[in-house]
């Protein structure tokens, strides 16, 4: 049983998100406030181009258990929750969508697991998906089938998201992860511990319209795969070979029948098939080969995952004034550096 007086903190990335901002702000205390004595919200703004944070910035005034860390521009959703990993401090954390597609009363289970089991990493499995498209489910399906069989001992189970719970060790090793490209549903899942799913209905959003488009999924699961897996590269060493074994296996068969039946004349057909098949292979090849050098320089430069601009609400009494180095970013609090 761990300790009755706990802390967490909802972390809420959201990025032109007006429609939602209010609805959710409401249910969550609706649900909550009366069941967890210190709760609080953390929005990571992601640069918004709407108005977003100041609609943020208006709950705040009815509210004082919101905060808001408000990045300087676009850095994507995983550089928002690397943000509110190295900045928020909670026993443990929820990472939610604003969308509501996130049952917020799910959290109270995921804190009686937590609590009463000492489980430390409890996340919700999504045992629905009607709402979403065939498309959408199928390609779903198949990204975590091929990650687990490429990652290797970092497994992440089928139709879990961001949203769980993480308990407060789990952060702490986070923290310590210095890696640009940063895949959060396996990182989750890297430092271990013990683990629970939580099934529930995942249902439409209240408002608005999902941010995530197909090419941006796409490029999302390379990440994934390249940031946890070698494999494609040493595929193409198994499949070297194997080419090499079939060119002398032909070339034997050449000789021998030149040797038997004379010399014939070439085939033109046959060479240029050959020779766009090598070439695909090898400009595959490269482009996978590619895939881990552009990763590897934006590791070898060091920039920051994120840089935050603006922190306000309980959250900023917390921090150091002015600027903070943290583990994988920068965060710059206007309103204690004065």
């Known amino acids: 049983m761990r300790k009755s007086d706990y802390k967490v903190a909802l ?8 429609e939602t901002v209010e609805t959710f ?50 850095f994507g959703k995983e550089a928002a929750m690397s943000a509110a990993l190295d900045l928020v401090q909670a026993d443990a954390i929820v990472p939610i969508d604003v969308d509501l597609q996130d049952p917020p009363e799910l959290v109270l289970d995921f804190i009686k697991i937590w609590r009463e089991e000492g489980v430390d990493n409890v996340f919700g499995i999504r045992e629905d998906r009607s709402k979403d498209t065939n498309t959408k489910r199928v390609s779903s399906e198949g990204f ?33 992860l210095k890696e640009r490209n940063r895949f959060m549903k396996a990182l989750y899942a890297w430092p271990g511990f013990t683990s629970k799913g939580v099934g529930y209905m995942r249902p439409e959003r209240v408002a ?20 946890f897996s070698s494999l494609p590269l040493r595929v193409w060493s198994y499949l070297g070979g194997f080419i090499g074994v079939l060119s002398l296996i032909y070339m034997f068969w050449n000789l021998i029948k030149t040797l038997v039946l004379g010399n014939s004349t070439p085939g033109y057909t046959t060479l240029i098939c050959v020779i766009l098949f090598l070439g695909a ?51 710059y609090n206007e309103e204690t550096k004065k």
């Open 144 to 176: 975590y089938y091929v990650f687990n069989k490429l990652s290797g001992r970092v497994q992440i189970p089928s139709n879990v998201g961001d949203f769980r719970l993480i308990d407060r060790k789990i952060i702490d090793i986070l923290k310590t």
């Open 25 to 74: 702000v409401k249910t969550v205390f609706e649900k909550l406030e009366a069941e967890i004595e210190h709760i609080e919200i953390v929005f990571i703004d992601d640069g918004s181009k709407d108005d977003t944070v100041q609609i943020i910035e208006n709950i705040q005034k009815e509210y004082g258990n919101i905060s808001l860390i408000k990045l300087s521009r676009n």
């Open 11 to 18: 972390i809420v990335p959201v990025y032109n998100e007006h």
């Open 281 to 331: 292979v090898q400009l595959i090849g490269i482009g996978v080969l590619g895939e881990y050098m552009g990763r590897l320089t934006e590791e070898v430069k060091g920039r920051p995952v994120y840089v935050a601009s603006k922190i306000t609400g309980p959250l900023s009494k917390q921090l150091p004034k002015g600027m903070s180095n943290t583990s994988v970013g920068i965060s």
């Open 208 to 227: 608005g319209t999902t941010k995530w488009n197909y090419w941006k999924l796409w490029n999302f699961a390379l990440d994934g795969i390249f940031a």
